[in-house]
């Protein structure tokens, strides 16, 4: 196995080499000690900057590139909040985008307030939100992935600060499960509805999202959700509180001029990105990966994390399909190492936070953090000979 994800210690990222400056870059003014659960978390805003872009993945199959989710897991003050300061500078044409979409809301709402009730009405101006806010309610969230449909099927991101808040997004608990399978798969979501304009109401969801929360309303939001496929949809970064107490507070950089200047060169290649891309060495590692997962699987004789594994090395490949885009559409093998990381760190990820609820059992989480899968090698002692490996 390339990681030990039964470590304690979480996959340790790899150098940024030939191909990765980008994410060298795009640390740099996080907090030394955060650097490595940003990587995989800003992958999804990167994305949503991406239109009509498809790779096709080892099953010889074309796929949307968005549809990309991330949570990021740690707790209380361990320093969740630099991925949204993160998020606002990679955002930024999104917000001003948004801005120039509510002017013409707040403008119609104006006129309808000032036309008397034997007036005309006049029509709702088409508008769409590239990055709504947190607190969108069900419905609107669907009308806003009908209107983006219409106005050439661009992505919306949307980043929750706390994870219940996907409960008031996909209208209750109960249908988050749904909604973020078909934003992971872009499928249709919506009840169809019939109305004088015809049948509305079932947009595809082209979305891109995060949450962060602690470890324990992680595993209470999950808890219902380990077997349906949802959970092994989403791709998570945990990090963890050091074992030292420090009254060293983290030191974070600023998103000067100077930052966002290059940050938007970087951005332009993926704004400017359209097509269908098939990038052999990608694929290669995909299938290098599931090569390994079946070793995993069988090491640990258990299904369900040979099952999540399957989500985790196609979350990692489309990963590694935004890194080639930044990097001019150039494959290196820095690339292949982090999309190696990336599935790796996921599923560490997942076996920190929710081994026992992977085993079936549900513990105190510091209790939890010593169980989970194991690897069935560590069973065998210290010396023995061939009878002895048969017998086992």
């Known amino acids: 196995m390339t990681y030990d994800i039964f470590s304690t210690t979480a996959p340790t990222m790899p150098s940024t080499g030939k191909g990765t400056h980008f994410i060298k870059f795009i640390l740099s003014q996080a907090s030394q000690d955060m650097r490595e659960p940003l990587v995989p978390m800003v992958i999804p805003a990167l994305t949503a900057h991406l239109h009509k872009v498809t790779f096709m993945y080892s099953d010889n199959k074309y796929y949307d590139i968005c549809g990309q989710m991330g949570h990021l897991i740690g707790p209380s003050g361990i320093g969740k909040a630099q991925l949204t300061h993160l998020l606002e500078a ?39 939100f590239w990055y709504p806010p947190a607190d969108i309610t069900n419905a609107a969230f669907i009308q806003n992935a009908m209107a983006l449909e219409k106005q050439d099927q661009r992505s919306q991101f949307l980043n929750l600060p706390e994870v219940e808040m996907a409960d008031r997004l996909c209208g209750g608990h109960r249908q988050v499960s749904q909604l973020v399978r078909n934003i992971y798969d872009v499928q249709r979501h919506g009840a169809l509805r019939a109305t004088s304009e015809g049948v509305v109401g ?191």
């Not at 990679?90 to 104006?110: A, C, G, N, P």
């Not at 949450?211 to 963890?240: C, H, Q, V």
């Open 90 to 128: 990679i955002m930024r044409s999104f917000r001003s985008h948004d801005e120039t979409e509510f002017k013409k809301l707040v403008d119609w709402q104006r006129q309808m307030k000032t036309k008397g009730s034997n007036k005309e009405k006049p029509e709702r101006p088409d508008v769409c």
């Open 202 to 392: 079932n947009p595809t969801l082209r979305v891109n999202l995060t949450f962060t929360s602690t470890p324990e309303a992680a595993r209470l939001f999950y808890k219902r959700d380990m077997t349906n496929g949802f959970f092994g949809r989403i791709p998570f970064a945990y990090k963890p509180r050091s074992g030292e107490r420090s009254g060293r507070i983290p030191r974070q950089g600023s998103y000067d001029n100077e930052f966002l200047s290059q940050l938007d060169n970087y951005l332009l290649r993926l704004d400017n990105c359209t097509g269908s891309f098939t990038v052999k060495p990608l694929n290669k590692i995909a299938d290098q990966l599931a090569e390994e997962m079946a070793r995993l699987g069988d090491m640990t004789d258990n299904d369900m994390l040979w099952e999540l594994s399957h989500r985790s090395i196609f979350s990692a490949w489309k990963k590694g399909a935004v890194l080639w885009i930044l990097n001019d559409q150039t494959w290196t093998r820095s690339i292949g190492d982090f999309v190696v990381w990336f599935c790796y760190y996921d599923l560490w990820s997942k076996v920190k936070v929710f081994g026992d609820m992977i085993n079936g059992l549900e513990l105190p989480l510091e209790d939890a953090q010593k169980t989970g899968p194991k690897n069935m090698l560590c069973d065998l002692p210290d010396t023995f000979n061939e009878q002895q490996l048969e017998a086992l």
